[in-house]
C-alpha cells in the first residue's frame, strides 16, 4: 500500500492508504476500522467473500472481535440483534434466499430499536437458482422500518458503511441499516480505494452507546415485551417518527463525513451525471451507473441531451427532492434491476416510487417510463442504454409509449 496525503484544510491533516480491494473487501476494512465487536457468518454467494475476507483479518490479528459462524442465516441475525442490545457494535449480512431466510429476525429488528448495520450482496431469487445481481432481495424489507441504501463503487462500499454506523447509532434513529452492494459487479470487483487510518475513523465515529435501553442486569428493562393490541398503533407510530427525520440525520452525516475525509458526495441521496442542460434523464441504482455514464457519454457526442440521476438511498426516499430534481426535464426513463409483479402499471419498485413522489412533490409532471433490465446479473449494455433513451426521448416529443417495457429479452 501507498501512503497518500490529501489537500485539506488548515490544522487538519489526513493520512490515507490506497489500496486495490474489492467491494467486499472494503466492507470488510470498514468494519475493522469501526472497530465492530460481534461479526455473525453464514457463507451464501456472493456476500460470503465478505465474511471470507474478515475471517483472515481475525485471524492474523489484524481485527479483534467476537467472530461467530452461525447454523444458518436466521441465526446469525438474532446473534447480532441480541449483541446489539446489550451494547456490541454489529455486523452481519447475506444475499437472495439467505436473507429471505432471516425475514422473521430482520422483520422483528426495527421494532426493536436495534442499529445492526447489514450488508447485503445483491443476488437473484431462487428458483431459478441464480447468483447474479437482481436488487428484489433487499428491497423485500422496505415498508419494515429498515434504512436501505446503494453503492456503485469500492471506495462508495467503504466510506459509506462508516456513514452508516453513524447514522444507525444516532440516539434520534436506532434503527437497522442495509448497506447493498451489488453481487459480483462490485463484492469481487477490485479497484483502487483510499483507507482512512484508524485515528480518523476514531474522530469521525463515536463509540456505540445505549444509554438507558442497554439490556443489562444493573439496568432491569424489557426487550421484546408482548404488547397488546391496543398498543401496537402507538408503538407503529414511534417508529414512524425516525423515518420524518432520517433525512435530516444523513445530511449532517454526510457533511461531516465531507468535513473529516475531505471526500464529497453532494447531495447524500442521489448523484447527477451530466444533467445540467439535459431535456431527459435516466435514474437508476448500483453499479448499472457504469454503463449508462458510458452511454450517455457516447450520446451526448452525437449530441444527443441525456443526463443521468443514480439513487444511493432508498429508505429514506427523499421524494420533495427527487421530485424537484425531477421536474425539470421532458421525460425520464426509471431502469429497474428488480420486478413487483401486480404493481401499478406492471412496473418495478423504483419507477413506482418514483411516480408517486413525482405525483405529490412536482410541480411538473413528465412521463414516467419504465424499464425492466439486467436481471440475474445479465449486463446493462450500452445498446441496451441508447434503446432506453431512444423511448424516452419519444415519449418527451408526446409519442406514446408503453410504461413499462423489458429490454433485453431473447426470443
Not at 474489492?22 to 476500522?33: M, S, V
Request: glycine letters at 8%; a negative charge.
Amino acid at each position: 500500500m501507498a501512503t497518500i496525503t490529501l489537500p485539506v484544510e488548515e490544522k487538519r491533516e489526513v493520512q490515507e492508504q490506497e489500496a486495490l480491494i474489492t467491494g467486499a473487501e472494503a466492507i470488510a476494512i470498514a468494519c475493522k476500522l469501526a472497530d465492530v465487536d460481534v461479526v455473525t457468518a453464514y457463507p451464501i454467494r456472493p456476500y460470503d467473500t465478505v465474511m471470507q475476507y474478515m475471517s483472515q483479518l481475525v485471524a492474523d490479528g489484524e481485527m479483534d472481535c467476537e467472530f461467530i459462524v452461525a447454523e444458518g442465516e436466521h441465526s446469525q441475525f438474532e446473534i447480532v440483534k441480541h449483541a446489539s442490545v446489550c451494547g456490541a457494535r454489529v455486523f452481519c449480512g447475506s444475499s437472495g434466499v439467505g436473507w429471505m431466510y432471516a425475514m422473521e429476525a430482520l422483520t422483528v429488528t426495527p421494532a426493536l430499536r436495534v442499529p445492526m448495520v447489514a450488508m447485503v450482496g445483491n443476488r437473484a431469487l431462487d428458483d431459478p437458482g441464480a447468483f447474479g445481481v437482481e436488487h428484489n432481495d433487499a428491497l423485500a424489507v422496505r415498508d419494515l422500518g429498515w434504512l436501505l441504501t446503494w453503492v456503485d463503487s469500492a471506495q462508495e462500499a467503504l466510506d459509506t458503511a462508516l456513514i452508516a454506523y453513524r447514522v444507525a447509532e444516532d440516539r434520534r434513529m436506532f434503527v437497522p441499516l442495509a448497506l447493498s452492494c451489488d453481487g459480483a459487479f462490485l463484492t469481487h470487483s477490485q479497484a483502487l480505494v483510499k483507507i482512512p487510518s484508524a485515528e480518523q475513523v476514531n474522530k469521525f465515529l463515536p463509540r456505540y452507546e445505549r444509554g438507558e435501553l442497554l439490556l443489562h442486569p444493573d439496568n432491569v428493562i424489557s426487550v421484546a415485551p408482548q404488547a397488546n393490541e391496543d398498543w401496537v398503533m402507538e408503538i407503529r407510530r414511534q417508529n414512524y417518527r425516525v423515518t420524518e427525520r432520517a433525512c435530516d440525520v444523513i445530511r449532517e452525516v454526510y457533511a461531516d463525513f465531507e468535513k473529516r475525509f475531505g471526500r464529497k458526495y453532494g447531495n447524500p441521496f442521489f448523484e447527477e451525471f451530466m444533467t445540467q442542460d439535459a431535456e431527459v434523464v435516466l435514474l437508476g441504482m448500483g453499479t448499472m451507473s457504469t454503463p449508462v455514464k458510458v452511454a450517455v457519454r457516447k450520446l451526448r457526442e452525437e449530441g444527443k441531451k441525456v443526463g443521468f440521476v443514480r439513487l444511493r438511498w432508498f429508505r429514506p426516499f427523499a421524494g420533495p427532492e427527487i421530485a424537484h430534481c425531477l421536474e425539470r426535464f421532458q421525460a425520464i426513463g426509471v431502469i429497474d434491476r428488480d420486478f413487483s409483479f401486480g404493481s401499478p402499471n406492471l412496473s418495478g419498485v423504483v419507477a413506482t416510487e418514483l411516480r408517486s413522489a413525482m405525483y405529490t412533490g412536482a410541480s411538473t409532471r413528465p412521463p414516467v417510463l419504465d424499464f425492466i433490465c439486467g436481471l440475474g446479473g445479465r449486463e446493462v449494455t450500452v445498446p441496451d442504454v441508447e434503446a432506453i433513451t431512444q423511448s424516452v426521448f419519444e415519449a418527451a416529443k408526446g409519442k406514446a409509449q408503453p410504461l413499462t417495457q423489458w429490454i433485453g429479452l431473447r426470443g
